[in-house]
C-alpha cells in the first residue's frame, strides 16, 4: 500500500518544485553547517592530537615560579626562566620515580652561524646527559646520535629552515665563542610539546653545555620524567610530596603531560560542540521552514484528504503521505548536504588548518553522518505534527472545504 | 433478504455554543439491496446529515444504523472506513478525483486501499469501459477531463470494489442538462444490473430516475 501513497508524495513535492527546493535548501545548508563544523572541530582536535602524539606518557618538573628559587645571579623571585633546579632537586625527583627515568635538562638561548659567512641566528639550546637523549629523542629523521662532546642534535624545522644536513658545522655565539658543533643527527619533527621543543633548536650534550655556557649541575632547567611504571598522576603527586612538603614554600611545579592533554582534548571538544550548535541553529531555522510547507500543504489539500478519507482510507494511510513528502524532502536535502559538505570541510580545512590531512578521517566522516542523520530527523520532527493533523481531520468537514 | 441499509429511530444532534440543533429526528426508513431511491428536501432540511449517515462518515447521537446488517453505532474509527472502503461507492457533485494520479490510478485507488498493495489495473479498465470513457483518456489527469468525463470516472473509481451501496450528493449538479442526463441514464443502466442506488437531490427531474424518493423536511420524514 505504500506504492500509492508514496507515489502521491513524490508527484506533490514535483508539482511544487520550487516550494520543496527551497525547504530542501534550508536543510542543504543546515546539513553543510553542522557537518562542516564538526570536519573543522575534529581536524583541530586530530591536528593537536598528532603534534602533541610526541609528547607521550611524561611528568615535567619546573621551577616554582612563586618560589625564590636561585637564579643565575644567585638571586631570587623573577620568572621561572631565569630560576633552576639544583642537582638536590633532581636526585630527590630521581630517587622518588624510580624506577622511571628523570631526565635533567638545560637550556638557553644563543646566537649563532651555519657555515661561513651565514646570517646570524638565534635559537634553543638544550643540553641533555648522553645517555638520555635517546630515551628522550627515540627518533631521528636523519644521522645518528652523537658520540663525541662536539656532535649536535637539530630540530627538523631548524635544519629545513636553513639547510641543514648531516656533517653540517654550526658555530655558537656571535662570534663563535662558544665553539663550533658538528651536526650528527636530524631530530623528526615532534610538534608541539610539553617537555622540550626541538623542531626549531639544537641539542648537545650536558657536559658540552655545561662548558660552553658556565652552567653547573644546580642550574636545571626542567626534569622531565618518563613513565613507564604507574601512572603520570602518581608520579606527579609523589614528586610534589617530596618536594613541596609546605604549600606556603612550594619549589617545584609538576606537570602531567596526560592530564593536560585532556584538558586541551576537553577544550577542543567543548569547541567542536559550541560550533557545532551554531550549524545546528541553521539546521532549527530550516526545519520550521519544512513545518511551514508542511502545514501549507496539509491546509492546501484538505478537500482531498476528505475525499481520501471518505473512500475509505484510514488515518495512519493520510499520515504516511506526509510523512513521505517530510522524509524525500529530508533524504534528498540531507544527502546533497552531506556531500556539499565534503567541499565546505575541504574549503574550511585548507583556510584554517592549510591541510586537508584529516578530511577523511573517521571522526570527520561522523560529522558528515551526524549531520545528515540531524537533517533527515529534523525533517521527520517537523513532517509529524502537520501529518498527523492531516490524518485526524473530521473527513465531513475536510469534504466541504473550498 | 435483510435490508442494505436499515435506519432505526435514529437521532443526530449537533452541540453548538448557541445550544444544541437537532439535524434528524428519529427516523426510520429500509433500503433494499437494488433499489434506486432519491432523497429530496430544501437547504437545511437534513439531507446531508443523513448521507453522511449513511456513508459511515459520522455517527448517530442515538438510534441504530445497520448497513449490510452490520450495526455501525459502537464501530472505531478504522472500522468505519474499512465499511466505507469495502460496502460503500461515493459519487460527490464536484467529483473529487485525485489531481496528482491519472485516470486509471484515481479508479484504481480504492481497489489499492482494500488489497493493500499495488493491484493489476485490469479491474479498473474495465469499469472505465463500462462506464463508457474512452481507453485514450485513461492516462490523462482529472484536469484534462470535461465534467461528464469526470463523473464517470467518479462512478468508475466508486463501483470498482463491487460496493453494496452507491451514495451520489447531487451527481449532476455540476453538469449541464445533457450530461447531467447521460450520468443519469449510466445509474439507470447500473440499478437494472443490480446495483443499489441513493441519491441525495433537490433536482425533481433527477428523482424522476429513481424508484422510490424520501423526502425530509425539517430533520423527519415526510410521508
Known amino acids: 500500500m ?26 542543504v545548508i543546515g546539513v ?5 563544523m564538526g570536519i573543522l572541530g575534529n581536524s583541530m582536535t586530530q591536528s593537536i592530537s598528532a603534534s602533541l602524539s610526541s609528547v607521550g606518557d611524561s611528568v615535567i618538573v619546573t621551577p616554582y615560579a612563586g618560589s625564590g628559587g636561585m637564579g643565575p645571579g644567585g638571586g631570587g623571585g623573577g620568572s621561572s626562566s631565569d630560576m633552576y633546579l639544583t642537582d638536590l632537586n633532581y636526585q630527590k625527583i630521581k630517587r622518588a620515580v624510580a624506577p622511571n627515568v628523570a631526565i635533567p635538562i638545560m637550556s638557553t638561548s644563543a646566537h649563532m652561524k651555519v657555515g661561513v659567512g651565514s646570517d646570524d641566528i638565534v635559537a634553543s639550546i638544550y643540553g641533555l646527559p648522553t645517555d638520555d637523549t635517546k630515551t628522550l629523542l627515540p627518533d631521528l629523521e636523519a644521522g645518528d646520535y652523537s658520540n663525541g662532546n662536539s656532535g649536535c642534535l637539530v630540530g627538523s624545522t631548524f635544519a629545513k629552515d636553513h639547510n641543514i644536513k648531516v656533517g653540517s658545522r654550526i658555530s655558537i655565539g656571535q662570534d663563535g665563542e662558544y665553539g663550533t658543533l658538528r651536526v650528527t643527527g636530524i631530530i623528526k619533527e615532534r610538534g608541539m610539546s610539553f617537555d622540550i621543543s626541538t623542531d626549531n633548536a639544537l641539542v648537545v650534550t650536558k657536559d658540552w653545555f655545561e662548558n660552553a655556557f658556565d652552567r653547573s649541575d644546580d642550574e636545571l632547567s626542567e626534569v622531565v620524567v618518563k613513565v613507564t611504571d604507574g601512572d603520570t598522576a602518581d608520579v606527579k603527586t609523589t ?24 584538558t586541551i582534548y576537553e577544550t577542543f571538544g567543548t569547541v567542536t560542540t559550541f560550533v557545532t550548535a551554531i550549524g545546528g541553529i541553521s539546521m532549527l531555522v530550516a526545519g520550521v521552514s519544512i513545518f511551514n ?54 574549503a574550511i580545512s585548507i583556510l584554517m588548518l592549510k ?18 542523520s540531524f537533517g533527515i530527523v529534523i525533517c521527520l520532527l517537523c513532517g509529524i505534527y502537520p501529518a498527523w493533523q492531516a490524518a485526524n481531520l473530521n473527513p465531513i468537514d475536510a469534504l466541504r472545504h473550498e | 433478504m435483510e435490508p442494505v441499509i436499515q435506519f432505526k429511530d435514529v437521532v443526530k444532534v449537533y452541540p453548538l455554543r448557541a445550544g444544541d440543533v437537532t439535524a434528524l429526528s428519529h ?8 433499489e434506486f431511491i432519491s432523497i429530496m428536501g430544501p437547504s437545511g432540511s437534513g439531507k446531508s446529515t443523513l ?81 463508457q470513457l474512452p481507453d485514450r483518456l485513461f492516462t490523462h489527469t482529472p484536469l484534462e477531463l470535461s465534467g461528464g468525463q469526470q463523473q464517470r470516472v467518479a462512478i468508475a473509481r466508486a463501483l470498482v470494489n463491487d460496493p453494496d451501496i452507491l451514495l ?23 440499478h437494472r444490473r443490480g446495483s443499489t442506488i441513493i441519491v441525495v437531490t433537490h433536482d425533481p427531474h433527477i428523482a424522476e430516475y429513481t424508484d422510490r424518493t424520501i423526502r425530509i423536511v425539517d430533520g423527519r420524514i415526510a410521508e
Open chain 1, 2 to 27: 505504500t506504492g500509492i501513497f508514496w507515489e502521491i508524495s513524490k508527484r506533490n513535492i514535483r508539482i511544487h518544485m520550487l516550494r520543496s527546493s527551497l525547504a530542501m535548501l534550508g536543510i
Open chain 1, 32 to 36: 553543510v553547517a553542522i557537518a562542516s
Open chain 1, 239 to 262: 614528586i610534589e610530596r617530596q618536594l613541596n612538603r609546605n604549600t606556603k614554600d612550594k619549589t617545584v611545579t609538576v606537570t602531567d603531560s596526560k592530564a593536560t592533554l585532556a
Open chain 1, 293 to 346: 510547507i508542511m502545514m501549507m500543504s496539509v491546509n492546501e489539500r484538505i478537500k482531498e484528504i476528505g475525499i481520501m478519507r471518505s473512500i475509505g482510507t484510514q488515518k495512519k494511510e493520510v499520515m504516511s503521505m506526509f510523512i513521505y513528502e517530510a522524509a524525500i524532502i529530508g533524504i534528498a536535502g540531507s544527502a546533497i548536504g552531506g556531500a556539499l559538505s565534503l567541499v565546505g570541510g575541504y
Open chain 1, 355 to 372: 591541510t586537508t590531512e584529516y578530511l577523511f578521517t573517521v571522526a570527520s566522516m561522523m560529522s558528515v553522518v551526524e549531520g545528515v
Open chain 2, 27 to 34: 427516523i426510520s426508513f429500509e433500503v433494499e439491496r437494488g
Open chain 2, 51 to 131: 448521507l453522511n449517515l449513511m456513508g459511515c462518515l459520522d455517527t448517530p447521537t442515538s438510534g441504530d444504523i445497520f448497513i449490510s446488517g452490520i450495526g455501525v453505532r459502537n464501530m472505531s474509527d478504522v472500522e468505519l472506513t474499512n465499511l466505507r472502503r469495502d460496502r460503500i461507492g461515493f459519487i460527490f457533485q464536484y467529483f473529487n478525483l485525485f489531481p496528482l494520479l491519472n485516470i486509471v490510478e484515481n479508479v484504481s485507488f480504492p481497489q489499492m486501499l482494500k488489497s493493500q498493495k499495488q493491484v493489476d489495473e485490469k479491474k479498473a479498465v474495465e469499469v472505465l469501459r463500462a462506464v
Open chain 2, 168 to 190: 451520489c450528493d447531487e451527481p449532476t449538479g455540476n453538469l449541464d442538462s445533457k450530461t447531467g442526463a447521460s450520468i443519469m441514464e449510466l445509474m439507470t443502466d447500473l
